[in-house]
C-alpha cells in the first residue's frame, strides 16, 4: 500500500510539472481531475484555438493492480517523467498501445 500512495504523489507531481507550461495552442486552460478514490487522474484542456473549441483529455492514468496504466499521453511521452520519479518499467503499462505491441515497448504488457 506504501507503494501506491507513493506512485499516487509522484502521479500528481509529474502532472502538475506539466500543467505548469502555458499552452502554445490559443486560449487554453489546462486543469487536473483527480479521483483519489478510484484511482483515476485526468489531466484535461479546454479552450479555443481561433474559433474551435477544444475539450480534450492530455493525459489519462489509473492505477490498477498496483501498476500504473497510461490510458492516454498527448504529450512527447510522460512514461519517462513517471521513472524519473521512481516508478519502476515494470510497474507501467502503456495502455494506449495495443497488447500485441506492449511486449515490445520496453514497459510492461498488463
Not at 510522460?78 to 521513472?83: G, K, W, Y
Amino acid at each position: 500500500m506504501e507503494r501506491i500512495e507513493k506512485y499516487r504523489d509522484i502521479i500528481l507531481r509529474v502532472l502538475r510539472e506539466y500543467i505548469q507550461v502555458p499552452s502554445p495552442y490559443g486560449d487554453m486552460v489546462d486543469e487536473l481531475i483527480v479521483d483519489r478514490e478510484a484511482d483515476r487522474y485526468l489531466w484535461m484542456a479546454r479552450g479555443y484555438q481561433k474559433h474551435k473549441r477544444i475539450h480534450a483529455c492530455v493525459v489519462r492514468i489509473d492505477i490498477i493492480d498496483g501498476k500504473l496504466w497510461i490510458q492516454q499521453d498527448n504529450t512527447e511521452g510522460i512514461a519517462p517523467e513517471l521513472e524519473r520519479y521512481g516508478v519502476a518499467k515494470e510497474h507501467i503499462v502503456l495502455g494506449f498501445r495495443p497488447p500485441d505491441i506492449r511486449p515490445y515497448t520496453g514497459y510492461a504488457v498488463e
